[in-house]
């Protein structure tokens, strides 16, 4: 993953993130990036079948879903992006200080599913280029951030918000939506944490 982030001024700003989700592991969130563990026996096709394992995508209201025959639950449904945010966020009220409004639109679909374009624009004017590509076993995130004003953003990261419970073997319909986290780790800095 590489990435340069400080909105400032009229400076343009980037953001990269490779997804791949192999038979047994999946890689979605930590400000884009974070890996999740299948569960075992989850019916995944054969080696080699590499068409069978395309994935597609798709967008409903503030919902990216990505689908797949060979995922568990057929699909992992994203809400991208949850939030904008300010720094500070572990010392600061969630509504009151940490988010900045934005609002999500859909610039176009391939009719392949393959390709989704979004733009995200914030309440300060920043805006903020998508283009998420699906592939075999992967997803490929490109961001373009943009600041058209003089004065810098106080934007410093963004939040998506997958729903896993499916696809780590939970019912999402349980009582808890955190059921899932024992089987989570992070990648930070090339390296798994948990």
């Not at 075992?40 to 990505?66: C, F, H, K, Q």
């Not at 057929?74 to 966020?89: D, F, P, Q, T, V």
């Not at 988010?99 to 903020?128: F, M, N, Q, W, Y």
């Amino acid at each position: 993953m590489s990435r340069r982030w400080a909105l400032d001024g009229g400076e343009p700003v980037w953001q990269h993130c490779f997804m791949r989700i192999p038979s047994l592991a999946s890689a979605i969130l930590a400000s884009w990036l974070v890996a999740i563990d299948a569960p075992a026996g989850t019916g995944a096709p054969e080696a080699g079948s590499a068409a069978a394992r395309i994935l597609t995508l798709d967008r409903t209201n503030n919902w990216l879903v990505i689908r797949g025959a060979h995922l568990p639950g057929g699909e992992i449904r994203i809400n991208y992006l949850e939030a904008c945010c300010r720094a500070g966020s572990t010392a600061a009220d969630w509504n009151a200080h940490t988010v900045i409004p934005h609002r999500t639109e859909l610039v176009s679909r391939s009719a392949d599913g393959r390709i989704l374009k979004l733009r995200c624009t914030l309440a300060d004017g920043v805006t903020v280029d998508h283009t998420i590509t699906a592939g075999a076993d992967e997803v490929d995130f490109r961001l373009t951030a943009h600041n058209p004003g003089p004065t810098r953003s106080e934007a410093h990261w963004a939040q998506a918000c997958p729903r896993l419970a499916a696809f780590t073997g939970f019912d999402g319909n349980g009582p808890s939506l955190d059921d899932y986290l024992p089987k989570c780790f992070l990648c930070l800095d090339g390296r798994l944490q948990r």
